[in-house]
T-cell receptor, first 110, second 114 residues
């Protein structure tokens, strides 16, 4: 069974701080996606990475896919209250399933 | 373009009953996937339908079933409800099914089993 463990599980920070969320597995994934989910809504895709070592930037968010395609990280610079939400990584398997990580709940206080 | 819609948004049932949830994908999307989200287990894949055929299935008991219609709308059914079936059920649609394709999620149906 392929599992994706995210850390930390909870993160509570002040506006302006930097943070990194990790997504780790012992399995190789064909692709890695990051989603953000807000209360009462479904997850919304932030980014997809498909190449080992790939780095993508989306404004203050930086995503990295590990060289071996087993792990990923999400770094947020100067967090804002609007970044508050549940962050989910999701790995694409060789059977075309999407396996979601355990989730990181981020709270950014003004 | 309208997003993914799910009905109903909230549902309360009792143990032993059955329930049917509905999902209307984004126009033009042919793939519909269903997920169960709970605080303890997170977001787990139930099944995926593409062109009216179940293409992929997660590790859920046979009480969970689904189907897709010719207009790509999908329904999922849970029979003989158990307390542990209480969850947020999310539907997602995408143009084609590849794990790297963007999935667009609906707001979910919150099912409570008493």
């Amino acid at each position: 069974t392929q599992l994706l463990e995210q850390s930390p599980q909870f993160l509570s920070i002040q506006e302006g701080e930097n943070l990194t969320v990790y997504c780790n597995s012992s399995s190789v994934f064909s692709s890695l996606q990051w989603y953000r989910q807000e209360p009462g809504e479904g997850p919304v895709l932030l980014v997809t990475v498909v190449t080992g070592g790939e780095v993508k930037k989306l404004k203050r968010l930086t995503f990295q896919f590990g060289d071996a395609r087993k792990d990923s990280s999400l770094h947020i610079t100067a967090a804002q209250p609007g970044d508050t939400g549940l962050y989910l990584c999701a790995g694409g398997t060789d059977t075309d399933k999407l396996i979601f990580g355990t989730g990181t709940r981020l709270q950014v206080f003004p | 373009k309208a997003g993914v819609t799910q009905t109903p948004r909230y549902l309360i049932k009792t143990r032993g009953q059955q329930v049917t949830l509905s999902c209307s994908p984004i126009s033009g999307h042919r793939s519909v996937s269903w997920y169960q989200q709970t605080p303890g287990q997170g977001l787990q894949f139930l099944f995926e339908y593409f062109s009216e055929t179940q293409r992929n299935k997660g590790n859920f008991p046979g009480r969970f079933s689904g189907r897709q219609f010719s207009n790509s709308r999908s329904e999922m059914n849970v029979s003989t409800l158990e307390l542990g079936d209480s969850a947020l059920y999310l539907c997602a649609s995408s143009l084609e099914w590849l794990a790297s394709h963007e999935q667009f999620f609906g707001p979910g149906t919150r099912l409570t089993v008493l």
